[in-house]
């Protein structure tokens, strides 16, 4: 079972990530960019990912992914208690790619030499 640490320490471990405190909750975020949040009055997380995996998730496992809508951008609400440490790390991942530039990830995300 994945925690709130779990995905802090995932999403700090990630280059040019930041975490950001408001009284409107925790944030992570690139720069200007967003790329997980969890609202002080939810216990649910918001992850930015990629609109084919968001879709896919909805589809499969309602009961821990669900749509959230901002406007005209679909985010994802996700029950990190559902995720197992590893899903949890690899979901933070995706929604850090979702927002950093191409030059930013594909460094990180290269097969080890």
Do not use: C
């Amino acid at each position: 079972m994945a925690t709130p640490a779990d995905i802090r320490r995932a999403a700090l471990a990630l280059p040019e990530a930041i975490e950001i405190e408001d009284r409107h909750g925790l944030w992570f975020n690139v720069g200007k960019k967003t790329f997980i949040l969890q609202r002080a009055s939810d216990a649910r997380w918001i992850f930015k990912l990629p609109k084919a995996r968001q879709d896919f998730l909805f589809e499969v496992r309602p009961e821990t992914f669900a749509p959230y809508r901002a406007g005209a951008l679909l985010w994802a609400y996700v029950d990190v208690a559902a995720l197992s440490r590893d899903e949890a790390k690899q979901l933070v991942a995706e929604a850090w790619t979702t927002i950093v530039p191409k030059k930013l990830s594909a460094p990180y995300l290269a097969p080890p030499k």
